[in-house]
């Protein structure tokens, strides 16, 4: 059939409504084919679809911005959270509390919190995310409120802020570490490095407010001395002797070894025995008698202190009652024990601040060869080689201590501490500054097995007694305290329960 004639056909069929069978296949076939392409390409959409979530969900940014908790309106996320939740638990293991609690296996590091419990309500990573969630609310407050009164970040706290950075960088890179990567190892999967600067520099500016606060609370003599009057027992001292008589009953054993309790019959009789032993000593001490010798005599254990600070008991509540006068004796009873007790006097704890300047000599001072340790008898004999290279004056011990010393807190002033409390410093440190017949301008040297030898250069006693140092330093703490506090509880936090199961 010709082409005219296959055109005129298919018109005809056309006109009477007859559909041309080669132009209906024509037609399913194209149809199928668009069909298909729809099909296909819908499939590749969602294949893309599939593949950018899973990229996003491995990169965690669905996770570390998830809710958390928000409070007072604004939402933190799983990464914030988790920077403070870690802190929290970072502080506490550097804590004491935290070393004991580890040291005796309370705490087991190498498991998961969530599987260790802090208490009959809660585990270890429930008792860390509460304390996340506190200290956040206290930051969100603080951080508030200084942004309120135009308080931002200045010089100081930025280069704060810098040198924590930097330190996070080297021990990023000790450890064969990126610092991305470092923090992610530190902080969890969610951290970032924009998320820790952000909550770092929030928490300094927190911090710098709150600091001025502390810094504003002042008080006057008279408050002071009132609260002294109402707290004296926390800062009096007091000078007394008193002999221990052990009302025990000697342990005993069977034929096996085994321990033999004592009968109610043996306890009375051996603490009847302690009575009646205390009594001869007291009489015998009234009559003229040394009581360290009575002690020795009747196999009891003497004890003497001239600065006898309070602790709870027997022996405490007795001498630190207001009614004690000088010459007081008694014979004292506690549940296992009998006392004779001896009061001289009480006062206030007196002891003046000072001021001194010293140079802390530790391995970075020494040349050591491999395997070499920084022993007292290295570190002393250095410090001396630097005291004996004085040249005898305020002004070149302070240039000595900024040359040597490896104290941090001190170095970059000439090693100068001011206005030193009493209990501020190691004991070797405190002792050689309140040794007897101290004067400025004397030097001397002295080791610390926990910091290393210290050169001394003793600038002078101050005018602050320490009672008086003590009293105020607890008034500000408690005020302080009670702001705090006060701060926290004003900002409420809503918690999301998916996001917080993100954490730890």
Partial sequence: MSASREKKKRQELLANGTADPRAAREAEQRSATR???????????????????????????????KTALTIDGEKYTVAQAAYYYQNAYQSFLNSQEGYLYTALGMLDTSKPLSQQSFSEEQTWAEHFKESAVENMRFIHAAKTA????????????????????????????ANGYTYKSYLRAMFGANM?????????KDQLLATKYASAHYDSLSYTDQEILDYYEENKNSYDLVDCAYVTVSGGVPAKTDDEGNTV???????AAAMAQAKETAEAILAEYEAGGNLERLAEQYDATYTAEEEMTYRSGTIGDWLFDESRRAGDTEVLEDASSYYVAVFNSRQRD?????????????????????????????????????????????EGFASLAKEYSQDGGSNTNGGLYEDVAKNRMVAAFQNWCYESGRKPGDTGIVYNSGTGAHIMYFVGYG???????????????????????????SATAELDESGMRSIG
């Fill in 35 to 65: 069909k298909a392409n729809i099909l296909y390409g819908s499939l590749a959409a969602v294949f893309v679809v599939v593949a950018i979530f899973l990229v996003v969900f491995n990169s965690g940014i669905i996770e570390r911005n």
């Fill in 146 to 173: 200084a942004q309120a009164d135009g308080m931002t970040l200045e010089s100081e706290e930025l280069e704060a802020f810098d040198s924590a950075v930097a330190a996070r960088k080297s021990e990023a890179s």
């Fill in 192 to 200: 970032t490095p924009s998320v820790y600067e952000a909550c770092l």
């Fill in 261 to 267: 309790e004592a009968t109610d019959e043996e306890k």
């Fill in 350 to 394: 007196e002891t003046l601040d000072y001021s001194v300047r010293h140079i802390l000599v530790t391995a970075a001072n020494l040349e050591l060869g491999e395997g070499e340790e920084a022993t007292e008898e290295l570190l002393t004999a250095k410090a001396q080689e630097i005291l004996d290279s004085w040249d005898g004056t305020e």
């Fill in 463 to 489: 005018s602050t007694q320490y009672w008086h140092y003590a009293c105020e330093s607890a008034m500000r703490s408690e005020a302080y305290s009670q702001w705090q506090t006060d701060l926290m509880e």
